[in-house]
């Protein structure tokens, strides 16, 4: 019979007779692996244990600051573009800084547009023309909508059928308001 080379596990063959005393064998040292492996953590994986554990490691998380929280996703641009069709994007935290840009080249659009709290006004930064093309933003506890005053869905970022990509940066207000 064979044994592994860490623990001296038996690993049968299929010539092995399989005796009590090695499968016993075996069972024993796994448990106490096991064992040693849980009191190395600080005790059995229970619930209570861990919720206390993630507690003492995140009560003191951001304290010079915010605790940054991430979101990424992406978005079909509808075609549409105005203040009656804004483009809204909603987060579970508070945004602060949104970056969106085209999946492809439409309409020489693929230019990131940057998106930073508390702004209420972006330039696209391809109008097309020497004069940008305003983009209202409002901005939201859980979100962001905007719309361009002037202009084309392109500027908008909301080309008809056209993939964007968004990353937004943000904290969570609520909760670290009421510590």
Not at 8 to 31: C, G, H, R, V, Y
Not at 65 to 72: D, E, K, T, V
Not at 128 to 138: D, F, L, Q, R
Request: charged share 20%.
């Amino acid at each position: 019979m064979k044994r592994t080379t860490n623990y001296a596990l038996p690993t049968w063959e299929k010539s092995d007779f399989i005796q009590m005393s090695d499968f016993n064998d075996l069972t024993q040292k796994t448990d106490a692996a096991l064992k040693a492996n849980a009191d190395a953590a600080g005790g059995k994986a229970d619930g209570a244990a861990t919720s206390a554990a993630l507690a003492a490691l995140t009560k003191n998380l951001g304290t010079a600051g915010h605790n940054c929280r991430i979101a990424f996703g992406e978005y079909t641009g509808m075609g549409t573009t105005g203040a009656d069709n804004p483009n809204v994007l909603n987060f579970d935290f508070y945004p602060v800084l949104l970056v969106v840009a085209s999946a492809t080249r439409a309409n020489s659009s693929n230019r990131p547009h940057f998106f930073l709290r508390p702004r209420t006004v972006a330039n696209s930064p391809y109008a097309g023309t020497s004069e940008p093309v305003a983009i209202k933003v409002t901005w939201a506890d859980d979100g962001i909508s905007w719309y361009v005053t002037s202009g084309k869905e392109t500027h908008q970022l909301n080309t008809g059928g056209t993939v964007y990509y968004y990353t937004v940066l943000g904290y969570d207000k609520n909760s670290e308001l009421s510590e």
